[in-house]
């Protein structure tokens, strides 16, 4: 622990100066594993810090070269850490995610009857395609209007909200696809309501899934929030 001005602490762990140099650095962050295993640990302490109140966290891998320097450097933001304390306290983070499910169009369709030349026209063959997308567009938009949906219903019971780009289906899965990906900042006391209405949303009879965890530690909030991460919003 390391003691800084106002009244505030900073969690800091010694390290080895020749394995965190600027080339062992980028040569661990550059290993999956490794980077990880780090972002795991620097999340568990950040995690236990906050049971005895509110932090705001720092990058993963933010070095210093002496204690000295980290005292100055990290007194140098005090109004930026008083002003996220006051803004954080109370508060924490919670994710909703919504997913549209594949149905698998045009999978297993029968075989054109060789006896039937209304359906081996091209024609028809067109007809069917056309009809799928059409259909596959009408899931798309209402799978849209749904995340949309769910969004303004999160954010009704948060103070802030960051929109992130839907993830891919590398992290989703082939079966279903990422229409919502945000963060919410949300008062404790109105914790249980936002839990609530979006498991309401998740049962409603719709093809969309919403998935809501928490919470967390804001660290979606640490910024201001005119600084605060949020490329992406919703889409399919």
Same mark, same amino acid.
């Given at each position: 622990?390391?003691? %800084?001005?106002?009244? %505030? #602490?900073?969690?800091?762990?010694?390290?080895?100066? +020749?394995?965190?140099?600027?080339?062992?650095?980028?040569?661990?962050? /550059?290993?999956?594993? !490794?980077?990880?295993?780090?972002?795991?640990?620097?999340?568990?302490?950040?995690?236990?810090?906050?049971?005895?109140? *509110? @932090?705001? *966290?720092?990058?993963?891998?933010?070095?210093?070269?002496?204690?000295?320097? +980290?005292?100055?450097?990290?007194?140098? !933001?005090?109004?930026?850490?008083?002003?996220?304390?006051? $803004?954080?306290?109370?508060?924490?983070? #919670?994710?909703?995610?919504?997913? %549209? $499910?594949?149905?698998?169009?045009?999978?297993?369709?029968?075989?054109?009857?060789?006896?039937?030349?209304?359906?081996?026209?091209?024609?028809?063959?067109?007809?069917?395609?056309?009809? &799928?997308?059409? !259909?596959?567009?009408?899931?798309?938009?209402?799978?849209?209007?749904? /995340?949309?949906?769910?969004?303004?219903?999160?954010?009704?019971? /948060?103070?802030?909200? @960051?929109?992130? $780009?839907?993830?891919?289906?590398?992290?989703?899965?082939? =079966? &279903?696809?990422?229409?919502?990906?945000? +963060?919410?900042?949300?008062?404790?006391?109105?914790?249980?309501?936002?839990?609530? /209405?979006? $498991? +309401? %949303?998740?049962?409603? *009879?719709?093809?969309?899934?919403?998935?809501?965890?928490?919470? #967390?530690?804001?660290?979606?909030?640490?910024?201001?929030? =005119?600084?605060? *991460?949020?490329?992406?919003?919703?889409?399919?």
């Amino acid at each position: 622990m390391l003691p %800084l001005d106002e009244g %505030l #602490w900073a969690v800091t762990q010694e390290v080895p100066a +020749a394995e965190f140099t600027e080339d062992a650095l980028r040569s661990r962050l /550059a290993d999956q594993r !490794q980077l990880e295993e780090s972002a795991r640990t620097h999340h568990a302490v950040v995690t236990a810090a906050s049971a005895d109140g *509110p @932090v705001v *966290p720092l990058p993963l891998a933010t070095l210093f070269t002496d204690p000295h320097r +980290a005292q100055a450097a990290l007194n140098d !933001q005090r109004p930026r850490f008083l002003a996220a304390l006051d $803004r954080l306290t109370g508060r924490t983070e #919670w994710a909703v995610k919504v997913y %549209l $499910r594949q149905r698998g169009e045009g999978r297993g369709e029968a075989p054109a009857s060789s006896t039937s030349t209304a359906e081996a026209s091209g024609q028809a063959y067109l007809k069917r395609v056309r009809d &799928r997308d059409q !259909q596959c567009r009408a899931r798309q938009d209402a799978a849209l209007n749904a /995340a949309r949906h769910v969004h303004d219903v999160a954010a009704g019971y /948060a103070v802030a909200s @960051v929109q992130r $780009r839907p993830h891919g289906p590398e992290i989703t899965g082939r =079966d &279903r696809t990422q229409t919502l990906n945000a +963060a919410y900042l949300v008062d404790d006391a109105q914790a249980p309501r936002l839990v609530a /209405a979006m $498991r +309401a %949303l998740g049962h409603a *009879p719709s093809e969309a899934e919403v998935e809501v965890s928490g919470p #967390w530690v804001p660290y979606s909030f640490a910024e201001a929030p =005119d600084a605060a *991460p949020g490329a992406g919003g919703i889409g399919v």
